[in-house]
């Protein structure tokens, strides 16, 4: 197996751009997936593949992928942004699943 | 609409089983794998166990392996978790998604807290 690795919190100013990272050897063959998850909630589906957003996700949400490293960019970050940020992709074998940590995100 | 929906959920003691279910409705359940992922209290998601469209993959977290059973009934849109010898480190929220062949969880239902307490 592998591990995917976040920075456990990160803040923005209101409206501002922020990034939250994922590193993991994985990444180097799989896409990561981002998911947002709000207190007493499911996480939900943001960002997976190569940039693709599900239906219903705002499009101030982006993903970009470099060799070991997925990010997740909120540009014009909302209060309702605030919120957990977990990445996922399969590990190394391709067999089994991996989440990183999470990233908490404040928006101040 | 796309819905998941645990049950079987509880206090159990440590040592102890249970077998949590998840209901699919508002798609064609035999196109998606189904994932089952949990997370303790104010811990982060920990990935559990899948089962392919048919049934005839099944894969398990090292964690869990030869302790945890998923299951399905096509017949029925049911996935099922059967989890056996249960640790008192296993208290945490279940949930069951749906996966995409990207390989990343669309649906998700709203989750079954299973508590491991004597």
């Known amino acids: 197996s592998s591990e995917l690795t976040q920075d456990p919190a990160v803040s923005v100013a209101l409206g501002q751009t922020v990034r939250i990272t994922c590193q993991g050897d994985s990444l180097r063959s799989y896409y990561a997936g981002w998911y947002q998850q709000k207190p007493g909630q499911a996480p939900v589906l943001v960002i997976y593949?190569?940039?693709i957003r599900p239906s219903g996700i705002p499009d101030r949400f982006s993903g970009s992928s470099s060799g070991n490293t997925a990010s997740l960019t909120i540009t014009g970050a909302q209060a309702e942004d605030e919120a957990d940020y977990y990445c996922?992709?399969?590990?190394?074998?391709?067999?089994?699943?991996?989440f990183g940590g999470g990233t908490k995100l404040t928006v101040l | 609409q796309v819905q998941l929906v645990e049950s079987g959920g509880g206090v159990v003691q440590p040592g102890r089983s249970l077998r949590l279910s998840c209901a699919a409705s508002?798609?064609?359940?035999?196109?998606?794998?189904i994932h089952w992922i949990r997370q303790a209290p104010g811990k982060g998601l920990e990935w559990v166990a899948l089962i392919s469209q048919d049934g005839n993959i099944k894969d398990y977290a090292d964690s869990v392996k030869g302790r945890f059973t998923i299951s399905r009934d096509n017949s029925k849109n049911m996935v099922y978790l059967q989890v056996n010898s249960l640790r008192g480190d296993e208290t945490a929220v279940y949930y069951c998604?749906?996966?995409?062949?990207?390989?990343?969880?669309?649906?998700w239902g709203q989750g079954i807290l299973v508590t491991v307490s004597s």
């Open positions: 998604a749906r996966v995409l062949l990207a390989g990343h969880f669309d649906h």
């Open positions: 996922n992709s399969r590990d190394s074998s391709g067999n089994h699943w991996v």
């Open positions: 593949g190569k940039n």
């Open positions: 508002g798609f064609t359940f035999t196109n998606f794998g």
